[in-house]
């Protein structure tokens, strides 16, 4: 190369550098820019990332958030909390990196306990996890399913039936058992002890058995028998306008009727009981009494024979008593008066149902008729 040529070049190079100089520093100086906004921006974006240990229900992982505090995360991580869930630590506390957060959701169990039923919430996500929350002491307890269960978020049903003492008195014994059976008939065979036939206890069989019970055993033995009984018979009065007033007349005896009972017997630990009814059948129909009521009124005077001292016979001839019959049982009331010669003068029925004032009405007709000769031993009274 010419030493012209090498003047020529390096002259050129001074040009460009002079005329690229001011170009080249205006496109250096926005990326500049660029480079030093994207390098703070950075900073800025390791500054607010947090690194968070995040449990749920026992499950644990590591995650980034720009969350804030706790109810932030679990917004972003869409966990919903509920009245029953917790929360550790609590919604709105600050987060750093490096925080742990756990959450457990609530979990509802209806759970009955020696035959009571509640309902109740637990965090625990297994059956023995759960009855250690809830305080329930299960040693020896019959459980209606597994210890290590677990238990979704739907919740469970959950029965524990714990160990009880009972006491059975049965055939002049006591036998003591530790059970957690769920009835007295269970608990009862546990106890070697059996209901035959009629057989039954003090408590119901399929009753809950509880701490400390003393269940009797009932042993039962039963029959029929049939009897027949009386029916008592009904009377029935009825006015008589034909009787006199004060009159009663039987116009039809009563006669009681029959049925024939069934009755239970039973006999409960040697001890008869009170039969009880099971069945009537009417054998024969009671059949009513139907008496007379006189309502007639009759006159209580008979011409010549007023001034008499009826009074004194009827003390003669029955000591003044209305009813009085003598020892053969044909005469009878104030004036013994047979049947046949009562109803001759008008009378009804029998002279000693018959009131007095009528009876003396009837004497004195009579007397009309016959003076004192019905009267062969008192009628002398009749004149003082």
């Not at 995360?73 to 550790?88: K, M, Q, Y």
């Not at 919604?91 to 035959?115: E, F, M, Y």
């Not at 039962?220 to 009825?238: C, D, L, N, Q």
Request: proline share 5%.
């Amino acid at each position: 190369m010419s030493h012209s040529q090498s003047s020529h070049r390096a002259a050129r190079g001074r040009r460009r550098r002079r005329a690229d100089g001011p170009e080249a520093l205006r496109r250096l100086v926005p990326r500049a820019l660029v480079v030093a906004f994207l390098a703070g921006g950075t900073s800025a974006f390791i500054a607010h990332d947090k690194a968070i240990r995040l449990s749920v229900d026992g499950t644990p992982r590591t995650l980034h958030t720009f969350a804030d505090d706790v109810e932030d995360l679990l917004a972003d991580e869409h966990l919903d909390i509920g009245a029953h869930d917790i929360v550790a630590p609590a919604p709105g506390t600050d987060l750093d990196s490096g925080d742990a957060v756990v959450v457990r959701h609530g979990r509802p169990v209806v759970l009955t306990i020696d035959g009571r039923r509640r309902r109740v919430w637990t965090t625990a996500d297994t059956v023995a996890g759960a009855l250690h929350q809830l305080g329930v002491r299960a040693e020896g307890a019959y459980l209606s399913t597994s210890r290590s269960r677990r238990i979704g978020r739907h919740g469970m049903e959950l029965a524990v039936r714990t160990e009880r003492s009972v006491v059975f008195v049965a055939d002049g014994r006591e036998y003591r058992v530790r059970t957690n059976a769920a009835t007295v008939r269970e608990a009862l065979a546990e106890a070697g002890l059996a209901l035959r036939d009629q057989d039954t206890t003090s408590v119901p069989p399929d009753s809950f058995p509880r701490e400390g019970q003393t269940v009797s055993v009932l042993r039962i033995t039963g029959s029929k028998e049939v009897r027949e009984e009386p029916i008592a018979f009904r009377t029935v009065k009825r006015t008589d306008p034909q009787l006199a007033l004060g009159t009663e007349s039987v116009v039809q005896q009563g006669r009681p009727g029959v049925r024939r009972v069934t009755y239970k017997l039973r006999t409960v630990n040697g001890v008869k009981q009170k039969p009880k009814r099971l069945h009537t059948e009417v054998v024969h129909a009671p059949r009513p009494q139907i008496v007379h009521i006189g309502t007639r009124v009759l006159p209580t005077s008979v011409r010549g024979a007023d001034h008499l001292a009826w009074h004194a016979l009827a003390q003669c001839e029955a000591g003044g008593r209305l009813d009085a019959v003598d020892a053969s049982g044909n005469y009878g009331g104030l004036y013994q008066f047979d049947v046949a010669t009562w109803r001759a003068l008008g009378g009804r029925g029998r002279p000693q149902d018959a009131p007095a004032q009528e009876q003396t009405y009837r004497a004195k007709k009579l007397y009309i008729t016959r003076g004192a000769s019905p009267w062969p031993v008192c009628g002398r009274k009749l004149h003082g």
